[in-house]
């Protein structure tokens, strides 16, 4: 298994390029199953998940190849030639958002067996609702030998959808199938995201009507079988990888520029730095943050866009630390997003939990330790808190990070922190 090793309290500066979205471009793949012709997309993260997206497809009988004429980060998708509609346990047990092909597998072919993602790190994580949603579209749905076993031998219907939780795989899920049904689909409390914007447009784009788009209430008219003209696209940028960084400059208080980027995906974080007394500069495509004299305590609640995001509040806490006053954490979203707290504290910060309710005493003096990643957020909060240990951290458990962080110890590596991957 691979180790980071972070010397940590050295100065970082420059600039950092942001990768395409990994969960914009989960949904997004999985929606190839749609298009009836061959597709390019473009800034596409070169991340394990999506690695493992790609070969769920192959596994399908579609094919993907780089497609190093139009740039480094784009591959060419077809999925004309899907046969198989089974996406087996041991793909779905490494990634719970091979979950996605449900819905395009069901539009299409009318039928589909998918491994019941279960449990993970971050909480329970079920799929009651990707599954209710496409029962109201027709589908009949049964749990056999832990796959979900979905028919819909006359195709899928449009129906309302009102889910009774804001779910983005849900969401994203009931978009797809609803794409290819027979009918107009309303789904109500739908989450806004903005990778479901994106998956929304380019359905959008591929011929089919969407009303509500970045809304809680989206309208689709189904093709009714008709596979979809897909068009090529690029990936949006990657706002959590992006708030990822920018906590790097601030925790370790040091002007840094983040570029490639959406800003406007990032305003409920950019407001908790500014918050947090940091002056955070912007224009279209980049944002800056300039070091404070003091860095102020600050309240976080987690929520659905454009909330506060759950993926980032690991990394805040890191952040927390070194506030001048003690932070809070409200975790609204998932049951048990808290595993970095131990190891967090393994490296001297002291984090007191109640319930989903965490309260990160400042000040702290970090100090390098062996600590152990947990998932993927959790562990990028080991890299922060490494960042301004006294010595060394060693981060074992990586490939969590490999999973979402494109090219992490280069990125790093580039603005000044010493930083090196090992194999125990
Ligand atoms: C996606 C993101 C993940 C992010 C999360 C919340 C991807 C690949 N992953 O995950 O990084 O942390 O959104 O922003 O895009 N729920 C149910 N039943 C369901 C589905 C969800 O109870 O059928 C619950 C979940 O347990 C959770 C909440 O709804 O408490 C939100 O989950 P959801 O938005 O579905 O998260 P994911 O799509 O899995």
Not at 64 to 69: C, G
């Amino acid at each position: 298994m691979k180790y980071l090793k972070i010397n940590g309290n050295k100065e970082i500066s420059g600039e950092i390029s942001i990768s395409g979205a990994k969960n914009a471009a989960l949904p997004l793949i999985a929606a190839t199953i749609l298009s009836k012709n061959e597709l390019v997309i473009d800034n596409l993260p070169d991340v394990v998940d999506i690695n493992t997206f790609l070969k769920l497809i192959d596994m399908l009988g579609g094919s993907f190849e780089k497609d190093s004429s139009k740039s480094a980060t784009a591959v060419k998708i077809n999925t004309a030639n899907i046969n198989n509609t089974t996406a087996t346990y041991d793909i779905v047990k490494t990634m719970r958002a091979s979950i996605l092909v449900l819905g395009p597998l069901l539009s299409r072919f009318g039928k589909c067996e998918v491994s019941l993602p279960g449990g993970c790190a971050i909480g329970q994580r079920p799929v009651d609702l990707h599954l209710k949603a496409m029962e109201q579209m027709g589908a009949v749905i049964e749990i056999n030998h832990g796959y979900i076993k979905a028919t819909a031998p006359n195709g899928l219907k449009g129906a309302k959808i009102v889910f009774d939780k804001v779910t983005v795989g849900g969401t994203e899920n009931a978009v797809m199938a609803a794409s290819m049904a027979k009918g107009t689909t309303t789904i109500v409390n739908a989450a806004k995201e903005p990778e479901i914007v994106q998956l929304c447009e380019i359905i959008r784009d591929a011929g089919v009507s969407v009303e509500g788009i970045g809304t809680s209430k989206i309208i689709i008219e189904g093709t009714n079988g008709k596979l979809l003209d897909m068009q090529n696209f690029s990936v949006i940028p990657d706002r959590i990888e992006a708030g990822t960084y920018m906590c790097a400059a601030a925790i370790c208080n040091k002007k840094l520029k983040i570029n490639n980027i959406m800003p406007q995906h990032l305003e409920a974080v950019v407001s908790k730095l500014e918050e947090m007394n940091f002056e955070v500069l912007q224009d279209e495509t980049s944002i800056t943050i300039l070091p404070t004299t003091e860095i102020k305590p600050v309240n976080i609640i987690t929520s659905e866009y454009p909330g506060f995001p759950t993926d980032m509040q690991a990394q805040f806490m890191a952040l927390a630390t070194q506030a001048n006053g003690t932070s809070t954490i409200d975790e609204r979203l998932f049951e048990n997003r808290f595993m970095h707290v131990s190891e967090l504290a393994r490296m001297g910060a002291e984090i007191h939990l109640n319930g989903n309710i965490a309260s990160i005493k400042g000040n702290a003096k970090l100090f390098g330790a062996d600590v152990m990643a947990t998932d993927l957020r959790a562990s990028s909060a080991l890299v922060l808190a490494a960042l301004v240990a006294d010595g060394e951290t060693n981060i074992h458990r990586i490939y969590h990070l490999d999973r979402g962080y494109e090219d992490l110890e280069g990125k790093l590596t580039k603005i000044g922190v010493d930083v090196k991957r090992f194999t125990e």
